[in-house]
């Protein structure tokens, strides 16, 4: 008898364990039932999916304890092949308890995008299985036959005589010859008859191929799973060449290696300036992981993501690298997904989400830019990238490497303390060049000067000189739109969404304000919608108010004028497919050209010919109600002045502020990681908050006020309650309280604190209470454990 354990594709926290189904003895259907795959079973009244995560061979009779024979219900059949192994079933559980999240959550992390079968329910109210939306794409491919060069067609055969001219010049799709020939079924089913020609079914991924490859492209087997053309090397693929390493890079390779040949699990953090040869350090450890046999994944901030990234672990290692970004269609990624799960891809790259896929043999985990926020979820189940590749290492006897060129609080504490981490340092760029020049420019000073401009006097010449010589220059917005909101000057009204508690920003193309949580849209109104009055002034500068005085601003500079192109890369310009990398290749083309954008462009960039970083306003974070603000803010200024002076000629940077004198300004000037940390660490010790303390934010929310007001105070009895049973005296909750946005998206927000000491279990003092505790009707309820901000 084979009882199997499934977790059930329902996201709720009150189905808390897996269930216990039996396997068929006869088990019908195209797959077998094993670990990892999809099944169809019995559940109440009607049937749900379900995924393996356990299989347990038993003697007729022998049932685990607790397990009543009588209601033990029969897996009805699988209905996927395995999507993960024992090992993913095991991270998705420990994700439950770790980040008290739903189990099926955790599942689904695991599983191919799109290419999961559903149940849903009919208008009728019965319940059906829907296949998967995306799946394998087969094209039809026309090749000749034995009897190709005998063959001579009829006279009238127009179509068939086509065809067969057309197949001279190498195999050909059958879409390829309809789309010359029109319909041409009729004629290749009399052909193939003759064996004339032959037809295959052949995998294609999706992507990558043009519409039409050169023929020795397409000599992959129909069940072949490498790259298309296009993104395969030749059989005579050379690598890209390997630079010699600096004394700096060599050392840190060499506690790489160390550590993963020890296989216990060990981080290494490699803390480089910017230019300092990171991500050569990475290539040259993966080049030594999959010599010995073993498999690598590289996580990259999706912002970070770009085809210049992605095209040096291609130059380096061909057509054995696989991708996975949220950029890509949900087919590309299903067939990347695939392309792993083969065995071909021995190196990933990809966002956060790249760890779930299905890599075997997993020796070497790199994550670049291991500071920043995006490697935390912000939806169930919140984890944390860096801490689940940690777990993951240590159970496959692998390393991580962490890379910044500030990295974070917490990586910087756990090096101090944990035995386990590794703290290597590269202080020089590898070109052996300076770190840019940082000046501060006052703007409070540039204000009572009686400059009204929103570029100061110093960073107008310095464009002025830089792009007169034909050189590049790069402007960071920390914010986008064209004014942050507007206000009526004569009774103070600001347009708020109704729906939100945030002003409405303005968007100078189109005249319309917009809230950029929800999408609530609607036309500037001519005068104040309050008093009637006409004056309504614009506060703040997004991307487009900055594109549009800068502009003025190089139209009226002589030797620059209208030929210098702006290139403006937001979340606005870059949400097309492909737009990201079409933004980079015109600023890499133009001779003098300036690259405005947010935060995006503040990493991941390497372009020689950049000599001068402006950051517009380097305090906007500063003044967040977050515990970060101003670690973020440090490295914001630190990295984007990077970018500049990373060849030959110098750099030099501009940073504008109103906070001339806070500390995380004068520490990255100065780049003086040691001034800001001696200014911030005293502040999350006394305040508690990491890395002194570990935090649990209980977020409330719900349509209704009074009820989700309601719901956070009864949550906070029951937290205090639990923390006083089996948590201990230096265990805080504080007080539920509206959250910063106290109102998103018609919802309104509150939220409850847990802090506890930093090597407390926090969640298995939780965890038990969640579980069990009743849905209210009118809020809903999620735990995010260690968050990355309390907004």
């Keep these: 008898m084979k009882l199997a354990s499934i977790i059930l594709d329902i996201p709720t926290q009150a189905l808390d364990a897996p269930y216990t189904y039996a396997v068929p003895e006869d088990e019908s259907g195209d797959h077998p039932v094993e670990v990892g795959c999809a099944v169809l079973v019995p559940f109440g009244h009607r049937r749900a999916i379900g995924f393996v995560i356990g299989i347990e061979e038993r003697e007729d009779g022998d049932y685990p304890e607790g397990l009543d024979p009588a209601k033990l219900k029969v897996i009805v059949r699988a209905v996927s092949r395995p999507y993960f192994d024992e090992e993913g079933a095991a991270c998705a559980q420990w994700l439950a308890q770790r980040y008290i999240a739903p189990l099926s959550s955790c599942v689904r992390l695991f599983t191919p995008p799109g290419g999961v079968p559903r149940m849903v329910r009919s208008r009728e109210g019965y319940w059906r299985l829907e296949e998967p939306a995306v799946g394998e794409v087969d094209d039809r491919w026309v090749l000749p036959g034995a009897a190709f060069d005998t063959f001579e067609p009829r006279k009238n055969a127009v179509k068939q005589a086509s065809i067969v001219e057309a197949l001279r010049a190498g195999e050909l799709r059958v879409a390829e010859l309809s789309a010359e020939f029109g319909a041409v079924s009729a004629p290749l089913k009399t052909l193939e008859k003759q064996g004339v020609v032959r037809i295959e079914h052949r995998r294609r991924m999706r992507g990558f191929a043009a519409p039409s490859e050169p023929a020795n492209a397409a000599n992959a087997p129909a069940d072949s799973l490498r790259q298309p053309a296009g993104m395969q090397p030749a059989s005579g693929f050379a690598p890209s060449p390997k630079p010699p390493l600096t004394q700096g890079q060599a050392a840190a390779l060499a506690v790489i290696d160390a550590a993963r040949e020890r296989g216990a699990g060990e981080v290494v953090l490699v803390d480089g300036v910017t230019g300092s040869g990171k991500t050569e350090v990475y290539l040259q450890a993966i080049e030594a992981t999959l010599a010995a046999g073993r498999t690598a994944c590289v996580l990259v901030p999706e912002i970070s993501l770009t085809p210049q990234t992605v095209g040096r672990f291609r130059g380096r290692f061909g057509d054995t690298v696989a991708v996975m970004h949220s950029r890509m269609s949900q087919g590309e990624r299903y067939d990347q997904w695939d392309f792993i799960r083969s065995g071909a891809a021995r190196v990933v790259v990809g966002a956060r989400s790249a760890l779930f896929t299905p890599l075997s043999n997993l020796g070497l985990l790199v994550i670049d830019e291991e500071h920043e926020g995006s490697y935390k979820q912000d939806s169930s189940p919140r984890y944390h990238a860096r801490d689940v590749a940690v777990w993951m290492a240590r159970r496959a006897g692998a390393a991580v490497v962490l890379g910044s060129a500030t990295p974070s609080i917490e990586a910087l504490h756990a090096c101090a303390k944990d035995p386990r981490w590794h703290h290597v340092e590269l202080p020089e760029r590898a070109n052996g060049k300076?770190?840019?020049?940082?000046?501060?420019?006052?703007?409070?000073?540039?204000?009572?000067?009686?400059?009204?401009?929103?570029?100061?006097?110093?960073?107008?010449?310095?464009?002025?000189?830089?792009?007169?010589?034909?050189?590049?220059?790069?402007?960071?917005?920390?914010?986008?739109?064209?004014?942050?909101?507007?206000?009526?000057?004569?009774?103070?009204?600001?347009?708020?969404?109704?729906?939100?508690?945030?002003?409405?920003?303005?968007?100078?193309?189109?005249?319309?304000?917009?809230?950029?949580?929800?999408?609530?849209?609607?036309?500037?109104?001519?005068?104040?919608?309050?008093?009637?009055?006409?004056?309504?002034?614009?506060?703040?500068?997004?991307?487009?108010?900055?594109?549009?005085d800068l502009r003025v601003l190089l139209d009226e500079t002589p030797g620059v004028g209208p030929g210098v192109p702006i290139v403006r890369m937001d979340a606005d310009t870059t949400s097309g497919k492909g737009a990201h990398q079409r933004l980079l290749e015109e600023f890499a083309a133009a001779d003098a050209a300036v690259l405005l954008g947010t935060q995006m462009i503040a990493k991941g960039l390497d372009f020689e010919d950049v000599t001068l970083v402006g950051v517009i306003n380097a305090d906007t974070m500063l003044k967040l109600p977050d515990y970060r603000a101003a670690e973020r803010t440090f490295d914001l200024v630190e990295q984007v002045a990077g970018r500049a002076g990373r060849a030959e000629l110098p750099g030099r940077v501009l940073v504008q502020t109103y906070e001339a004198d806070a500390a995380p300004i004068r520490a990255a000037a100065s780049y003086d990681r040691a001034l800001f940390l001696r200014d911030e660490l005293p502040k999350r010790r006394l305040l508690g908050y990491p890395p002194y303390v570990r935090m649990a934010n209980v977020l409330i929310w719900g349509k209704d006020e009074a009820a989700v007001r309601g719901a956070a105070q009864r949550l906070q009895q029951g937290i205090e309650q639990v923390v006083r049973d089996f948590g201990g005296d230096d265990w805080t909750v504080l007080p539920a309280t509206p959250c910063v946005l106290a109102k998103?998206?018609?919802?309104?927000?509150?939220?409850?604190?847990?802090?506890?000491?930093?090597?407390?279990?926090?969640?298995?003092?939780?965890?038990?209470?969640?579980?069990?505790?009743?849905?209210?009707?009118?809020?809903?309820?999620?735990?995010?454990?260690?968050?990355?901000?309390l907004l």
């Excluded at 002003?503 to 609607?522: D, K, N, P, W």
């Design 744 to 789: 998103l998206r018609g919802t309104y927000r509150w939220h409850i604190v847990v802090k506890c000491p930093p090597e407390a279990d926090l969640s298995a003092v939780l965890l038990p209470y969640f579980r069990h505790r009743k849905p209210d009707k009118d809020a809903n309820v999620a735990i995010d454990v260690d968050p990355d901000d």
């Design 434 to 548: 300076p770190l840019p020049a940082v000046r501060v420019v006052d703007m409070a000073v540039e204000f009572s000067g009686g400059s009204r401009s929103m570029f100061s006097g110093a960073l107008s010449r310095a464009l002025a000189e830089e792009l007169s010589a034909g050189r590049k220059a790069v402007l960071l917005l920390n914010q986008r739109g064209f004014a942050k909101f507007l206000l009526c000057r004569e009774c103070g009204f600001v347009p708020e969404c109704p729906s939100c508690s945030t002003s409405l920003t303005y968007h100078e193309r189109g005249s319309f304000l917009i809230c950029h949580h929800c999408g609530y849209r609607i036309a500037v109104p001519p005068v104040c919608p309050e008093c009637g009055s006409p004056y309504l002034k614009k506060f703040g500068a997004g991307t487009q108010r900055v594109e549009a």
